[in-house]
């Protein structure tokens, strides 16, 4: 098994310092481009924009594709 990539740990920590529980159920991935993809669900709109402003923040990332899914009731 291969280590992730850099990048992939770098937006995994900033997602995880930003301690928003719904953010923990979103899965990252990330080319050598410097494309995230960014997929999973969360509860509001807030926390996907959230995810994708974090995940935009990281050096290194070029874009960001959100794939994030809005679940009210999960």
């Not at 770098?10 to 494309?35: D, M, Q, R, W, Y």
Request: proline fraction near 4%.
């Amino acid at each position: 098994m291969s280590l992730p990539p850099p990048l992939t740990t770098k937006v995994k920590s900033e997602l995880a310092a930003a301690k928003l529980s719904s953010l923990v159920h979103i899965k990252v991935k990330t080319n050598g481009a410097g494309v995230v993809t960014l997929r999973g669900t969360v509860k509001t709109q807030e926390a996907a924009d959230k995810a994708v402003s974090i995940a935009q923040a990281v050096s290194g990332v070029t874009s960001v594709e959100n794939n994030i899914k809005i679940v009210a009731g999960k």
